[in-house]
């Protein structure tokens, strides 16, 4: 007589991530410890570096403004934490930066220009602390650059401002340089501020391929003289 041996496997206890909370906000520079419990060991990683890094230990550092996700990960599970980091200071409102922009679609969003050049617009009355903005067109009329005219009585937040959006690059000809990575090669923009007198600081946004940009102050005297 034969005899049939059937085996049974019994079923897997999954060993699951538990998370004390899911998400946090925090300033730049600002540290937090994810609390998260698993009977396996757990791996961190963040999806986007530029605005928050974290430890192998699960400790998130806090870069640049913006919001990201950490990723928990064991052997049977996988969760997710929210990271955001808010600003300190909102000096002024940046522009919607949207190079190659025709100067017709500016015109449209901003308004008639309260001063017009052959190679840009500006306008007055932008924000208290910052009250000029002049857009700055290419060859086809599309936008090149922008730059934010800030009162020199906010020097110090201005620092902030910048530093806790953009990564510093260095100081070039007196520009204050800043961009929106980490490495060059991913950058796209770039910031930069500059002390154009003794009541106005320049803040350029400009599009960025890693070599050096001359910068054209066409317009500003114009748009400076009726700001005072």
């Keep these: 007589m034969a005899v ?9 206890k999954e060993k699951l991530i538990t998370l004390t909370t899911t998400s946090t906000t925090l300033h730049h520079g600002e540290t937090y410890q994810i609390s998260a419990q698993c009977e396996n060991p757990i791996t961190y990683s963040s999806a986007n570096e530029y605005h928050a890094k ?15 996700t950490v990723t928990l990960q064991s052997e049977d599970d996988t969760k997710s934490f929210s990271v955001t980091i808010a600003p300190k200071s909102n000096l002024y409102p940046e522009p919607n930066i949207r190079f190659g922009e025709t100067k017709s679609s500016i015109i449209s969003r901003f308004g008639t220009p309260d001063s017009s050049t052959d190679t840009g617009v500006g306008y007055i009355d932008y924000s208290t ?100």
């Design 4 to 12: 049939l041996a059937i085996s049974f496997t019994g079923c897997k």
């Design 54 to 68: 974290v430890s192998s230990s699960g400790v998130v550092t806090a870069q640049y403004v913006g919001s990201t």
């Design 129 to 228: 602390s910052a009250p000029g903005l002049l857009v700055m067109f290419d060859e086809n009329d599309c936008v090149e650059d922008y730059a934010v005219i800030v009162k020199t009585e906010y020097s110090s937040e201005l620092g902030t401002f910048l530093s806790e959006r953009y990564f510093f690059i260095g100081y070039s000809d007196g520009l204050t340089a800043y961009m929106n990575a980490l490495t060059t090669s991913s950058a796209t923009m770039m910031v930069g501020s500059k002390l154009y007198n003794i009541n106005y600081w320049v803040t350029l946004y400009m599009p960025y391929d890693g070599s050096k940009k001359e910068i054209d102050y066409t317009g500003m005297d114009a748009l400076l003289k009726m700001l005072d």
